[in-house]
């Protein structure tokens, strides 16, 4: 089975801030996992992907996440905190041949001018 | 490409009313899911299917069925609505397999009030 945690529902920023937010996951075989925003009122769309190779993994509009397989983590990381990014950020996990991603139950961030 | 659409945007019910939400996609996906997404309690998988004709119960399936009679379309129903079905659900596709590693394409969803 597999399972995701993602620390703090909230967090909050001030504008220009690093924005960091946790996901730990545990996986009986090695996983794929994955980022995702909802932005108010709309879907959930990608953010990035981890599948296999580089573990420091480049998503759209400045973010990044790294694949730590010690610590069973994937924390998402941006250096400097935009009111745009204001949103929800769901982390999700996959093992190889499986379909049925798991979801954490999602941390929203909220940026301060 | 329109992607995953759903249809309504909104809907408001009483108690014992029923509906359908359906849901498209034009991305030729095998895979195609049912959400529920209720404040702090993430999304929960309804019901998924991964094949024309074919569909599997998700984590809470109770209150809902679901009909995959073409490969683009995805259909929920509620047959009697209860309150506690009041939430905003989302359908999602995706690949099988391959270089899609599952990345999961949402639609906009569908904000159902249950009075």
């Known amino acids: 089975a597999q399972s995701v945690t993602q620390l703090g529902s909230h967090v909050s920023v001030s504008e220009g801030a690093l924005v960091l937010l946790r996901c730990n996951y545990s996986?009986?075989?090695?996983?794929?996992l994955f980022w995702y925003v909802q932005y108010p009122n709309q879907g959930l769309q990608l953010l990035l992907k981890y599948t296999t190779g580089a573990t420091l993994v480049k998503g759209i509009n400045g973010f990044e996440a790294e694949f730590k397989k010690s610590e069973t983590s994937f924390h998402l990381t941006k250096p400097s905190a935009h009111m745009s990014d204001a949103a929800e950020y769901f982390c999700a996990v996959s093992k190889g041949g499986s379909y049925i991603p798991t979801f954490g139950r999602g941390t929203s961030l909220i940026v301060h001018p | 490409n329109a992607g995953v659409t759903q249809t309504p945007k909104f809907r408001v019910l009483k108690t014992g009313q029923s509906m359908t939400l359906l849901c498209a996609q034009d991305?030729?996906?095998?895979?195609m899911y049912w959400y529920r997404q209720d404040p702090g309690m993430g999304l929960r998988l309804i019901h998924y299917?991964?094949?024309?004709?074919?569909?599997a119960k998700g984590e809470v399936p109770d209150g809902y069925n679901v009909s995959r009679l073409k490969k683009q379309n995805f259909l929920l129903g509620l047959e009697s609505a209860a309150p506690s079905q009041t939430s905003v659900y989302f359908c999602a596709s995706s690949w099988r397999g391959g270089s899609s590693y599952n990345e999961q394409f949402f639609g906009p969803g569908t904000r159902l009030t249950v009075l």
């Open positions: 299917s991964v094949g024309e004709g074919t569909t």
């Open positions: 991305m030729n996906h095998e895979y």
């Open positions: 996986s009986s075989v090695p996983p794929y």
